[in-house]
């Protein structure tokens, strides 16, 4: 690594990145004769330790140009064309498509090689729905607690179905915010960045993340041709799901998804200032509420309908 330190480096700043939902700072700036990236953040060993093994298993990140081990760490630009970005300029599936591949191959590894040992488990399910509780339900939309305590049941149904129909296909690695807008197109090749919330879990939960992603209005059609998609490619090492019991648990984790989406948008929005997240809100509202019906949580579904237009 090249000697340098961050108070050079800060020296060289450009701009600060503000495009993201993220705690930790980032800035485009100055090196050599190019632009890159300078993250600052507190739990750097992990995202660099996440970073590693991404890389040995040839998935694109960016490249590392320098870190102080502490806090910061400088990575290649990988420009500002994300996923969500290029299918804006051209509704096509094919980048789609090779983040599913990128995807896929993220998946193949065993568990013992993995640089986490979270895991997405029951206690990680009822935190993302209290969650979208505290800052969806009650902060954003105002419903009475004691109308929300009255959802228990559901809630509960929700997570013991999930962990059934994920048996036999947890224990891969997850992203866990596997969206259009961390992945980047850069030499025609998807690059994904922001993984350091990456648990052990069940299979679909970041196809859930890409497919059903209020950054980006995907049809109907769409989902399900990139779902199939996913399905051809994936199967030989799914331990045996057919079709509908993969189906059925990608259901389920779409409705974990837009959960913890609409409490993170709400969240951001009201607690930390960044209103951009809540025109993501009403399309978040409608991939929950399609969730909802479709895995037939109609009390869920009731209070859902009630929150919007």
């Known amino acids: 690594m090249p000697a340098l330190n961050f108070s050079s480096l800060k020296q060289d700043i450009i701009h600060r990145i503000e495009t993201g939902g993220s705690a930790r700072e980032f800035y485009r700036c100055k090196y050599r004769n190019r632009t890159a990236v300078l993250v600052v953040d507190p739990e750097i060993r992990k995202y660099l330790r996440i970073h590693e093994y991404l890389k040995r298993r040839r998935i694109n990140v960016p490249r590392l140009y320098w870190t102080d081990d502490s806090k910061s760490a400088l990575f290649e630009d990988l420009g500002t064309r994300s996923l969500c970005a290029a299918y804006r300029k051209n509704p096509t599936l094919r980048y789609y498509r090779k983040t599913i591949d990128m995807l896929v191959k993220m998946q193949t590894a065993r568990r013992g090689e993995f640089p986490v040992a979270d895991c997405y488990d029951r206690e990680h399910i009822k935190w ?24 228990d049941r559901e809630f509960n149904e929700l997570t013991g179905r999930l962990l059934e129909a994920a048996r036999g296909n947890s224990g891969y690695f997850m992203h866990r915010d596997f969206q259009s807008q961390n992945i980047y197109i850069k030499d025609g090749k998807p690059h994904v960045i922001d993984f350091q919330s990456a648990r052990i879990g069940p299979v679909t939960y970041d196809l859930s993340s890409l497919l059903r992603d209020p950054y980006v209005d995907l049809t109907v059609r769409q989902e399900r041709q990139l779902f199939d998609y996913y399905y051809d490619r994936s199967i ?27 409490g993170a948008y709400a969240n951001l929005a009201l607690n930390l200032g960044k209103d951009r997240f809540l025109k993501h809100i009403p399309r978040g509202r409608r991939l929950l509420l399609r969730g909802l019906n479709e895995c037939r949580l109609g009390e869920l579904a009731k209070i859902v309908l009630v929150t919007g237009p």
């Open 236 to 262: 030989r090492r799914a331990r045996g799901s057919s079709y509908e019991k993969l189906r059925a648990l990608y259901r389920l984790t779409c409705v974990q998804r837009s959960m913890q989406a609409l």
């Open 128 to 151: 993302e729905q209290n969650y979208f509780k505290k800052h969806y339900l009650v902060r954003h939309c105002r419903v009475d607690r004691p109308r929300i305590k009255e959802l």
